[in-house]
């Protein structure tokens, strides 16, 4: 399916998505970019559907050619305190109030708008697969996530989250078994996927 270049072509129009909201461990990124009318890339998708070497081959030109993007991190406090929801959804909203350019228009991956109503927002159930402007997004946040995990990695690295980036994963759960969990694992989530948490350590 060709991407999209507008929801509504009479208004400036940011994509706006999230990586991280299903795992375990680090933050939940969000980044939100306005492409310039007519941008153009063949390996321009919804991130998932791209590979790592894809993604980090898009995301300079993405951000070289981008009339503005953003990227923020909501970590693992906030995520507590707000629940994943809520936090992905305002870490959308951030990304999208720090744009250099105010857009008139969000586009939202998924099927929540935003808790905001300064800039009107549109929820596109599987944007990134549709709107080149969520796909651009979809690409920052993933890359943007995955070089901090790797640089967790340095410091936690019985967890594997070089490899696993975090995701629930058998080799994941299996170390959160082994070692406990960390600061940077996410209480009330199901770390072991038994039904039970595990306790975290200091």
């Not at 933050?27 to 970019?33: D, E, G, N, R």
Request: proline share 4%.
């Amino acid at each position: 399916m060709q991407l999209l270049d507008h929801f509504d072509e009479t208004k400036l129009e940011a994509g706006c998505d999230e990586a991280g909201r299903g795992c375990l461990a680090g933050p939940v990124v969000c980044a939100s970019v306005i492409l310039p009318k007519g941008f153009s890339h063949h390996l321009l998708n919804d991130s998932k559907q791209l590979s790592e070497k894809s993604r980090n081959l898009l995301r300079p030109i993405i951000e070289k050619e981008a009339l503005a993007y953003a990227v923020q991190f909501l970590h693992t406090d906030e995520i507590t305190e707000l629940n994943i929801l809520k936090a992905s959804l305002t870490g959308m909203h951030r990304a999208a109030m720090a744009l250099k350019v105010r857009p008139e228009l969000l586009l939202i991956d998924g099927n929540k708008a935003l808790l905001s109503r300064e800039i009107p927002s549109i929820p596109i159930i599987k944007g990134d697969e549709k709107y080149k402007n969520i796909a651009a997004a979809s690409i920052l946040a993933k890359t943007y996530r995955d070089e901090y995990m790797e640089q967790l990695h340095e410091e936690f690295p019985h967890y594997h989250w070089k490899a696993n980036k975090g995701y629930p994963t058998e080799s994941h759960r299996k170390a959160i078994e082994i070692h406990g969990a960390c600061i940077h694992h996410r209480p009330g989530f199901n770390l072991l996927g038994k039904g039970q948490l595990s306790l975290f350590i200091e």
